[in-house]
């Protein structure tokens, strides 16, 4: 049985491992010094500046995630929505992405991006269905070449 919960201190390596096998699986690396040094402290880089960070477990082990990073007050970015293989197929991503929007939406933002690679394509076709369209960022993190946003109504 899975259920989505808050980050807990003591997640972060286990959030890691995730990050990396799921990369891994599609020829990309973690770079812990850069793109993925906000797994080192998910309380400063999320919580503090009003973002969050959700785990999913099943039976106490740790086995997806995903962050809302704040870039401004109305805007937030989607970061480390991760699961792993075994998990593929059977709906998580998708209760990932209700609780994704949900939290944004009851934290008030108004917006929601996300930079991915196109190689991630079960990812990119999810973010799809959920209204996430292509635009053109400032700057893209190392592995990615791709961003997308949303626009996150008041329903």
Do not use: W
Request: net charge neutral.
């Amino acid at each position: 049985m899975c259920q989505l919960r808050d980050y807990r201190p003591g997640d972060e390596d286990s959030v890691f491992q995730i990050v990396k096998c799921v990369l891994a699986e599609y020829g990309l690396s973690t770079n812990s010094e850069v793109t993925d040094a906000d797994l080192r402290d998910i309380r400063q880089s999320y919580l503090s500046n009003g973002g969050a960070f959700r785990i999913l477990e099943s039976d106490g082990r740790i086995v997806g995630s995903y962050g809302l990073y704040a870039t401004s007050v109305q805007s937030c970015e989607l970061r480390k929505m991760y699961l792993l293989p075994e998990l593929r197929g059977q709906g998580f991503g998708r209760i990932m992405m209700d609780d994704a929007v949900r939290k944004a939406k009851a934290l008030k933002f108004k917006e929601m991006t996300l930079e991915t690679n196109s190689c991630l394509q079960e990812a990119g076709e999810l973010y799809k269905k959920y209204g996430f369209k292509e635009f053109v960022p400032d700057h893209l993190s190392d592995r990615c070449n791709l961003a997308m946003k949303k626009m996150l109504s008041n329903d």
